[in-house]
């Protein structure tokens, strides 16, 4: 059964009309393709829908069924495009999100929160974790993008830059370090280190700086979240390291903190995209409203700078 839309359209007009001529100037078509429209689709339906004489046109028994189902189709069709347009333009739908746990606790929820009041029908899915599994996602395609840190370029993605955060030296209250303006690794060295756990890339980075500092610095002790870490501090069982976007989540108020130098360490942070696919036009929306965060210089913690967002 060859049923087509233009047919459906064709007749739902000339039922409703009750004119053959009414309809085809309704739907801007000549008369003559118009009744061809409605004889095909009584052909492809085998029943008669229509009785038709010189003045009236008047529904079959038959043709009342097919006006009723025409209108549902119709309507489907008309809400199905409309749904597909607001996809299209970013309106609807869902975006997946991989992230590191610092940058889904403090950099995105003002993003998603502006995003969300204008795009209140995209649900936004937050996959926050270690920077290899954020990484992972966006390779394997379970997330759309990701914001991350990145140690090298992972194949079939690439880096913008987004955001740079500074080291800093996290100190217990009343600690003699925390009476300096600054201080440098090595001193740091000296101290008992708290260390996140060795998959975190703040880990990383902390144990490149004390290489650089040529300081042998073991961890007293290391707990798999910053925020551990910085409760540890807080009792004073010994003194940490941490980038400035970790700090509001690390025990506000009873801990202090310093510039660390010699050398100075920055973590950036990259919009990480696949280079083998499309994201989903939802996707596009929220990272344009990223940009207008940057772009507009939205505050950030004390120690945390937006960068270009040139492709690094």
């Known amino acids: 059964m060859d049923v087509t839309l233009r047919q459906l359209a064709a007749y739902s007009a000339v039922a409703r009309a009750a004119s053959f001529t009414a309809a085809a100037t309704e739907l801007h078509v000549s008369q003559s393709s118009l009744s061809r429209a409605v004889a095909d689709l009584e052909r492809n339906l085998g029943l008669r829908l229509l009785e038709r004489d010189t003045r009236n046109v008047q529904l079959t028994p038959a043709g009342t069924e097919a006006l009723r189902i025409a209108d549902q189709i119709l309507a489907a069709h008309r809400t199905g495009l409309a749904q597909l347009g607001r996809y299209a333009a970013g309106e609807r739908g869902s975006i997946a999100l991989a992230t590191l746990p610092s940058v889904a606790a403090v950099l995105l929820p003002p993003v998603i929160s502006a995003f969300r009041a204008g795009r209140p029908e995209v649900s936004v899915r937050i996959l926050d974790g270690l920077e290899r599994a954020v990484l992972a996602r966006v390779v394997d395609g379970d997330a759309d993008f990701a914001v991350s840190t990145a140690v090298r370029r992972?194949?079939?993605?690439?880096?913008?830059?987004?955001?740079?955060?500074?080291?800093?030296?996290?100190?217990?209250?009343?600690?003699?370090?925390?009476?300096?303006?600054?201080?440098?690794?090595?001193?740091?060295?000296?101290?008992?280190?708290?260390?996140?756990?060795?998959?975190?890339?703040?880990?990383?980075l902390t144990d490149a700086a004390f290489d650089r500092a040529g300081v042998?610095?073991?961890?007293?002790?290391?707990?798999?979240?910053?925020?551990?870490?910085?409760?540890?501090?807080?009792?004073?069982?010994?003194?940490?390291?941490?980038?400035?976007?970790?700090?509001?989540?690390?025990?506000?108020?009873?801990?202090?903190?310093?510039?660390?130098?010699?050398?100075?360490?920055?973590?950036?942070?990259?919009?990480?995209?696949?280079?083998?696919?499309?994201?989903?036009?939802?996707?596009?929306?929220?990272?344009?409203?990223?940009?207008?965060?940057?772009?507009?210089?939205?505050?950030?913690?004390?120690?945390?700078?937006?960068?270009?967002?040139?492709?690094?």
């Open 154 to 204: 992972t194949p079939g993605t690439t880096l913008r830059p987004l955001v740079r955060d500074r080291f800093d030296a996290v100190l217990p209250e009343g600690h003699p370090l925390a009476e300096r303006s600054e201080v440098s690794w090595r001193e740091m060295g000296q101290e008992p280190f708290l260390a996140v756990g060795t998959d975190s890339s703040v880990r990383r």
């Open 216 to 312: 042998a610095a073991a961890p007293a002790a290391e707990a798999g979240s910053v925020a551990t870490v910085g409760g540890l501090v807080a009792a004073g069982l010994g003194v940490s390291a941490m980038p400035a976007l970790v700090h509001p989540l690390v025990a506000p108020g009873k801990l202090v903190r310093r510039p660390l130098v010699n050398p100075v360490v920055e973590r950036r942070l990259y919009v990480v995209l696949p280079t083998r696919r499309a994201i989903p036009p939802g996707a596009q929306r929220f990272l344009e409203r990223l940009e207008e965060f940057r772009d507009a210089g939205h505050a950030l913690p004390e120690g945390a700078v937006w960068e270009d967002g040139g492709s690094d």
